[in-house]
DNA sequence: AATATAGAAAATATCGATAAAATCTTGACC
DNA sequence: GGTCAAGATTTTATCGATATTTTCTATATT
């Protein structure tokens, strides 16, 4: 997820930047909720000034929204926006995708089979739990933005990070377990295949089809995980009795 | 340009964002120069941190590019990075405005009345000069950006928005001379009046044509000045003689 | 002449303090 | 019982100062 730490000196800016990204991507801020300057610097122990930069750069990749004199919070998320980015990201990929494979060198294959061997080596899941979720997500970001690195266009590459980063969020939050994609590790061997192979419209179609077939799954748990909080809104307004003031929408859940 | 005031009380980095955004869009800041803090600070009257605020949006949008531990300057352009916005542009713009003429209620029907109006009423160029180049602007973006506000999608405005603004900049870096799209105005007026009726298909073709064409004048003003621009290199590189060291890249020209 | 280098100057990144807004609380009033 | 407003509290937004880092400059070295 983070961009690993090729360069040398990071700014506490950007550090901070990764570290809330990671942490809206992952759920740990539920979507909606509220992010405060003072409880950022005492969870990450920094002043204000990079925690509000980070912020207001995560505000231009869509993840957290800012409102003038009342400060920010995480994005809300829906199903309905969930299939339009994914739509939005299909096309964009296959730009980049067949750009890549038109102009990559013999140094951008060479970093697929890398990224594509580092996927494979690292476990979903740790036997514990989920410590070594995070690993896994970078490795998996690493290998798909491997694929398009070489397009050669960094307006493309900006929003290939921005997509993935959006629909990477939705997929944390749907809590999608990964036995529902068993066949995960496949995908990503002939997509790579195809690629290496230089085959675009193959390439293109497995890749496509990698994205809705996830796609299809975390629509379905988003649209009951939003019939479920509806359920829960209507019965609280209903314990809460009629003429109460209608502050339901956007409850804090931090 | 410049997200019209309607909402009260804006904060000074969001003034920030805007203004910067315009100077670096109008081409007050040309590509590739640095963007120092003290200097800004001192034209907007500010402090450090609203402006490092706004340069850090202004970041994720692709106008500016920062570079840990030493600042930020303008993003640079180039006519193969022109051409890729283009496509993409028109690629999300066209699903925008298919979901806003589907979604659009009667309001969004009448924002579009009303921007249209006003960009006709305002002149491209003040009789004195430029001055009234920024309310035309200011129009212009408002008339494209109703359009598709009805769209519904929270991450489509987003791009059309970041997109425009790209798009933008390169029109007012390649300095288009107004007179070389006499049926500008009429142009406009088709758009709006497919739109309005509704013809998805028009529409989006009329749109595309619109972009385009303006897209193929502005290659053409960009690829001059580029290799205007290599021939300038070149020689000042001749000048300064062979084994000269290699600094010529990334002149500063503030 | 080219390279390396120590020190000076400039610029960035960051902190702590504070002014300005928003939000919450409480109690008067209809 | 519900509305409203003054005051208390929390939070945001912003400034000025400072530690770090980079960049420039002049000098010494091969």
Request: glycine share 6%.
């Amino acid at each position: 997820m983070a961009t690993a730490g090729s360069g040398k000196a990071r700014s506490r800016t950007s550090d901070t930047y990764a570290r809330i990204r990671d942490d809206v991507i992952l759920g740990h801020f539920a979507p909606g909720s509220k992010l405060k300057i003072e409880a950022l610097r005492e969870r990450y122990g920094l002043g204000a000034t990079p925690i509000r930069e980070a912020l207001s750069m995560l505000t231009a990749d869509g993840l957290v929204e800012r409102v003038d004199q009342r400060g920010f919070r995480v994005a809300e998320v829906s199903s309905g926006e969930f299939e339009e980015l994914l739509a939005i990201r299909c096309n964009i990929e296959e730009r980049a995708l067949r750009l890549a494979m038109e102009r990559g060198s013999e140094e951008w294959e060479e970093a697929i089979v890398l990224a594509r061997y580092r996927l494979a080596r690292t476990p979903r899941l740790g036997p514990d739990g989920s410590t070594k979720d995070l690993e896994w997500e970078n490795c998996h970001k690493g290998f798909h933005m491997a694929l398009t690195s070489a397009c050669g266009s960094p307006i493309l590459l900006r929003l290939c990070n921005q997509l993935y980063d959006e629909n990477n969020r939705y997929r944390c939050i749907a809590r999608l377990n990964p036995s529902a994609r068993p066949n995960i590790y496949d995908e990503h061997e002939e997509i790579a295949e195809a690629v290496l192979a230089r085959d675009a419209d193959l390439a293109v179609r497995l890749i496509v089809e990698h994205y809705t077939t996830t796609g299809r799954l975390l629509h379905a748990a988003l649209c009951s995980r939003e019939e479920a909080a509806a359920l829960k809104d209507q019965s609280a307004a209903a314990k809460a009795g009629p003429g109460h003031r209608a502050a339901t929408r956007n409850p804090e859940r931090v």
